[in-house]
């Protein structure tokens, strides 16, 4: 028997700091997002929505569902954050130079 090879669809979705319950932006696509991890800093400008929140945030948890129906497969990653305490470019670029 011959497995058939159901069509994926991808979704992000990135929460308001600090609530796993309101979400601030989401996306579909066709294809995989790149990979987001813990630690990983959002640019706010990134996000072409008047209610994202006007900060910069940091994942602090990242969380992958994935559901079957019949004729396809959804693979959801939520993605959960909290502000940066510092709103400056220069402070997440401090940040992201202390993390390499």
């Known amino acids: 028997m011959t497995a058939l090879m159901l069509p994926i669809a991808y979704h992000l979705e990135i929460y308001e700091p600090d609530t796993p319950h309101v979400i601030a932006a989401a996306f579909a696509s066709s294809t995989p997002f790149q990979r987001i991890s813990a ?14 929140p006007p900060a ?12 079957q129906t019949e004729d396809h ?22 940040i992201v130079a202390s993390a390499g």
Do not use: M, W
């Open 39 to 52: 630690g990983d800093v959002i640019n706010p400008i990134s996000c072409n929505d008047d209610s994202f």
């Open 73 to 94: 497969i959804d693979h959801k990653v939520l993605v959960f954050t909290e502000r940066l305490r510092e709103q400056t470019p220069d402070a997440r670029l401090e």
């Open 56 to 67: 910069y945030l940091r994942v602090v948890n990242v969380e992958h569902i994935i559901l």
